[in-house]
């Protein structure tokens, strides 16, 4: 439990700060592993069945969007003094209007994260013990993350060392057992990429799907950008948010193109089945014995790795809110362990009240919570895409040499970058199947800001 006789709270003239327990091995898994997770292991099952052998070229799109997106806050967080949490380069680039609403939209995108998290665990350890509740299954493994999340930084980033070591080592086996069948030299009937080309070709439904694929695909590959987040609390810095995009674009190379083109050329695209594990089909397909039991303990790796960064993430961006005047200044304390207990406590709040919506509520207060954040990063990206324009052109005019690292191409590769995100959001705009997701998140953000202006005029 937390002694709160040991609470450092903030004094005038004071700035209260957040220890530095992470080591550089914790934030380069931490980074590694923040991408890995249910939609690569299950989600993307649901794109081959749609598009066919050419999901790799829609996930290889999203994937570069992305990395673009990381490219522009390496240079950020290397040029810009004190400034290194991912809410906050909308707020140097656009002023406090866009730092305010990127804070609170991207609390609110991982709160909701969590309970969902909580709801796939529960269900995948209920399978295991039926006698216990789903429900108490889910309160459980909140409440033990949230304890190893008020223990210590340096536990929560031993705690996701190992979760996402377990997953980048899962998909490193991966990918040499589906390789080796593929190349032939486990397949008896030889190396063989013929499923890239039958049952109606390499796009079967054409290239369009291919292209409004990427509007769903782009959301699994969103969570790079939490390394920003922790390595306000490492001890290199900035210099650990210089190498994303290098670490990004090998993590989507290895992860997502690689293994899920050795997918669909063991596995003919019209047989995988939406909702189920590719993963795991693909080790039974080539015989691997308890491959399908492999892939669910797996699946429950990368579930509790999100849950424990997401529980993480919530506090911190609360935390950083409270800095900068966004939210109650009594947030803005630290135990004697250097951790944000008090803000620990009240984001996760919000996780176990939408946990309960879940189980009270699920087809109108849940669908509505879980809605509401499925266009949360794409504006959030867009928000700190434009920012880095902003903050790039003040630079070359009165600080070039601040400089370290530069965005490629800028600013047409930027620019480029917001007209896919852009085209992502109206792509959902005018398919019935995601625009609840688009407007209502587009609603949230309106309540944010309405909340921002308010404070202002409160304020005078």
Request: a positive charge; one cysteine or more; hydrophobic letters at 55%.
């Amino acid at each position: 439990m937390t002694d709160y006789k040991d609470i450092d709270v903030a004094a005038a003239g004071e700035e209260v700060q957040l220890g530095k327990s992470l080591e550089n091995r914790h934030v380069t898994m931490i980074t590694l592993g923040g991408i890995i997770g249910a939609g690569l292991f299950v989600g993307s099952s649901t794109t081959i069945s749609q598009v066919g052998p050419a999901a790799v070229v829609s996930f290889a799109i999203a994937g570069l969007a992305v990395m673009l997106v990381m490219r522009m806050i390496s240079e950020m967080a290397s040029s810009l003094d004190g400034v290194q949490a991912f809410p906050d380069f909308a707020r140097a680039g656009l002023g406090h209007w866009a730092g305010f609403l990127s804070g609170w939209l991207y609390w609110y995108f991982w709160a909701v994260v969590v309970a969902v998290e909580a709801v796939i665990g529960a269900k995948i350890i209920a399978e295991w013990y039926p006698q216990f509740a789903e429900w108490q299954i889910g309160v459980a493994l909140m409440l033990v993350l949230t304890a190893v999340n008020l223990l210590s930084t340096r536990a929560y980033g031993e705690f996701e060392f190992w979760f996402s070591l377990i997953k980048v080592g899962a998909i490193l086996v991966f990918i040499a057992i589906a390789g080796a069948w593929v190349l032939g030299l486990t397949n008896p009937a030889g190396a063989s990429l013929a499923n890239w080309t039958q049952h109606g070709g390499f796009a079967p439904n054409g290239w369009g799907l291919v292209l409004a694929a990427v509007a769903s695909t782009i959301f699994t590959m969103c969570g790079a950008e939490i390394a920003t987040i922790a390595a306000a609390e490492s001890k290199e810095g900035p210099k650990a948010i210089a190498r994303l995009s290098m670490s990004v674009s090998a993590r989507i190379l290895i992860f997502y193109v690689i293994s899920l083109s050795l997918i669909v050329a063991i596995l003919p695209w019209n047989g995988v089945v939406a909702g189920y594990s590719p993963f795991a089909a693909t080790l039974e397909a080539i015989n691997l014995p308890y491959g399908k039991e492999i892939m669910t303990g797996l699946v429950l790796v990368a579930v509790l790795s999100c849950l424990n960064s997401s529980l993480y993430i919530t506090s911190r961006t609360l935390f950083g809110l409270a800095k900068h005047g966004d939210a109650p200044q009594w947030l803005v304390a630290v135990n004697k362990r250097k951790v944000p207990a008090r803000a620990i406590l009240i984001a996760s709040l919000f996780s176990y009240v939408a946990y309960a919506a879940e189980r009270l509520s699920p087809n109108t207060v849940f669908s509505f919570l879980v809605n509401s954040s499925g266009a949360t990063m794409l504006l959030l990206y867009i928000l700190c895409a434009v920012a880095q324009i902003r903050i790039r052109n003040r630079l070359e005019a009165n600080s070039p040499e601040k400089l370290q690292i530069r965005m490629w191409l800028f600013p047409w590769l930027t620019l480029a970058t917001i007209g896919v995100m852009a085209g992502v959001l109206i792509f959902m705009a005018i398919s019935p199947a995601r625009q609840l997701e688009l407007f209502t998140s587009l609603l949230v953000a309106g309540l944010f800001l309405a909340g921002y202006w308010g404070m202002k005029k409160a304020r005078g």
